[in-house]
T-cell receptor, first 114, second 113 residues
Framework: AQSVTQLGSHVSVSEGALVLLRCNYS??????LFWYVQYPNQGLQLLLK??????LVKGINGFEAEFKKSETSFHLTKPSAHMSDAAEYFC????????????FGTGTQLKVEL | DTAVSQTPKYLVTQMGNDKSIKCEQN?????MYWYKQDSKKFLKIMFS???????INETVPNRFSPKSPDKAHLNLHINSLELGDSAVYFC????????????FGPGTRLTVT
């Protein structure tokens, strides 16, 4: 069975500081992993995806994530936070199989302070 | 053009009523989904259709019934609404039933009073 754990329901950083949002997964098969961002009162927007090619994945808005099989992790990073990055971030996993069911983590609220 | 659209955006209704949410995608995708986001922002899949065929049916009350008239549309009908049905419902689509990324609609906030 697939599952995702996001450590830290709230993360606060200063503008210009490094952003690190943590995601650990569990999967019985090689997983596909995704990060989504949700701005207030909006839908989910895909930031980036890991599909078993390169372990370091670059996404939109300067975000990237590294797949580490030994640590079952897929942490999201951004070198320099911007005020516009304040949002809810979700990590998700899919094993495929009978359907493309995404299992989401509980989300991390990112706050960016001046 | 909006890739995945939902109507209505907000829905306020009383307990016991029946309501529907509509979803349309113009991406040419074969697979569509319904997710529920609760008050703690936890997202959980409800249903998935591939080319009008139901392929995922999670543990959801029978009061919820999805319908896919064609592969570009997936509607959600809810009978006898309960307070606990209050949530944001998201429609999504993906290229196919394989492990493709999913594109989400803007959501429908359902409030049951």
């Amino acid at each position: 069975a697939q599952s995702v754990t996001q450590l830290g329901s709230h993360v606060s950083v200063s503008e210009g500081a490094l952003v690190l949002l943590r995601c650990n997964y569990s999967s019985s098969v090689p997983p596909y992993l995704f990060w989504y961002v949700q701005y207030p009162n909006q839908g989910l927007q895909l930031l980036l995806k890991y599909t078993s090619a390169a372990t370091l994945v670059k996404g939109i808005n300067g975000f990237e994530a590294e797949f580490k099989k030994s640590e079952t992790s897929f942490h999201l990073t951004k070198p320099s936070a911007h005020m516009s990055d304040a949002a809810e971030y979700f990590c998700a996993v899919t094993e495929g199989g009978g359907g493309n069911k995404l299992t989401f983590g509980t989300g991390t609220q990112l706050k960016v302070e001046l | 053009d909006t890739a995945v659209s939902q109507t209505p955006k907000y829905l306020v209704t009383q307990m016991g009523n029946d309501k529907s949410i509509k979803c349309e995608q113009n991406l040419g995708h074969d697979t569509m989904y319904w997710y529920k986001q609760d008050s703690k922002k936890f997202l959980k899949i409800m249903f998935s259709y591939n080319n009008k065929e139901l392929i995922i049916n999670e543990t959801v009350p029978n009061r919820f019934s999805p319908k896919s008239p064609d592969k570009a549309h997936l509607n959600l009908h809810i009978n006898s609404l309960e307070l606990g049905d209050s949530a944001v419902y998201f429609c999504a689509s993906s290229q196919d039933r394989g492990r493709y990324e999913q594109y989400f609609g803007p959501g429908t906030r359902l409030t049951v009073t």
